[in-house]
């Protein structure tokens, strides 16, 4: 039997030190491999990265508030031969002579003043207007006197050493009468003018002593002013 301490023996240290660690370890080991007694959920899985298919909301479309169209109105012709309505506007005697045109040759509506034509000469009117035809718009002069005296005076006036022989159908210079043919019936209105002005233009000057009125019109063209007058010179509702 040997003499040497415990633990200096192996036979005796070595079985002792397995037999310790057995003890301390074994429950650790066991629980290592076996895990805890608590079992737990599995880690939820990662946030999707994919587009969401969510339907979003519709946006609302603005409401567009209702503007009405502007009315559009049609200008309203003013009154023919009314004082008052035209530019320059008619008094009570040019609204008069107005009133003595043929509605179906004269605009009466494009009717209006001409305070410079009366009391200068040479014309001397009492009342004086200008209007357009019916049909091309062209502007005639109508002028009214106190008097056929008066009226004879101007044309007198207008025709100055023009003579009687021209023939003012044909673009000629001409101081005569005219009339107006009912039937087999030829009644004189008037005297007739037809001249030259110093600007070429051809003028033809017209009455109708009855209401003592001297229709004028001019024209660059002679024989264009001419042919005109054969067709239109009845522009008072008179004859």
């Given at each position: 039997m040997s003499n040497d301490p415990w633990w200096r023996n192996p036979n005796i240290v070595i079985p002792s030190l397995v037999a310790v660690?057995?003890?301390v370890l074994g429950p650790l080991v066991a629980l290592a491999l076996t895990g805890s007694g608590t079992v737990q959920p599995p880690p939820p899985p990662p946030p999707s990265t994919s587009p969401s298919t969510r339907t979003?909301?519709?946006?609302?479309t603005p409401t567009r508030s209702h503007t009405p169209s502007p009315v559009r109105t049609t200008p309203?012709?003013?009154p023919p031969c009314t004082p008052g309505t035209a530019s320059p506007a008619l008094d009570t005697d040019q609204a008069a002579?107005?009133?003595?045109l043929s509605s179906s040759k004269i605009d009466r509506r494009s009717c209006y003043?001409?305070?410079?034509l009366e009391s200068v000469a040479p014309w001397n009117a009492l009342t004086a207007i200008t209007c357009e035809t019916a049909t091309d718009s062209t502007k005639i002069q109508f002028l009214r006197y106190r008097t056929v005296a008066d009226l004879n005076a101007y044309l007198d006036r207008a025709a100055g050493s023009v003579n009687g022989l021209g023939n003012c159908k044909e673009g000629q210079e001409a101081n005569t009468?005219?009339?107006h043919s009912s039937g087999s019936v030829k009644e004189t209105l008037g005297r007739k003018v037809c001249i030259f002005l110093k600007d070429g233009k051809f003028q033809i000057n017209w009455a109708f002593d009855s209401e003592r009125v001297v229709a004028v019109r001019e024209d660059q063209s002679a024989v264009s002013v001419a042919s005109w007058w054969d067709k239109?010179?009845?522009l008072l509702t008179s004859c």
């Amino acid at each position: 039997m040997s003499n040497d301490p415990w633990w200096r023996n192996p036979n005796i240290v070595i079985p002792s030190l397995v037999a310790v660690l057995t003890a301390v370890l074994g429950p650790l080991v066991a629980l290592a491999l076996t895990g805890s007694g608590t079992v737990q959920p599995p880690p939820p899985p990662p946030p999707s990265t994919s587009p969401s298919t969510r339907t979003p909301a519709p946006t609302p479309t603005p409401t567009r508030s209702h503007t009405p169209s502007p009315v559009r109105t049609t200008p309203t012709s003013r009154p023919p031969c009314t004082p008052g309505t035209a530019s320059p506007a008619l008094d009570t005697d040019q609204a008069a002579v107005c009133a003595l045109l043929s509605s179906s040759k004269i605009d009466r509506r494009s009717c209006y003043s001409r305070p410079d034509l009366e009391s200068v000469a040479p014309w001397n009117a009492l009342t004086a207007i200008t209007c357009e035809t019916a049909t091309d718009s062209t502007k005639i002069q109508f002028l009214r006197y106190r008097t056929v005296a008066d009226l004879n005076a101007y044309l007198d006036r207008a025709a100055g050493s023009v003579n009687g022989l021209g023939n003012c159908k044909e673009g000629q210079e001409a101081n005569t009468t005219w009339y107006h043919s009912s039937g087999s019936v030829k009644e004189t209105l008037g005297r007739k003018v037809c001249i030259f002005l110093k600007d070429g233009k051809f003028q033809i000057n017209w009455a109708f002593d009855s209401e003592r009125v001297v229709a004028v019109r001019e024209d660059q063209s002679a024989v264009s002013v001419a042919s005109w007058w054969d067709k239109n010179a009845c522009l008072l509702t008179s004859c």
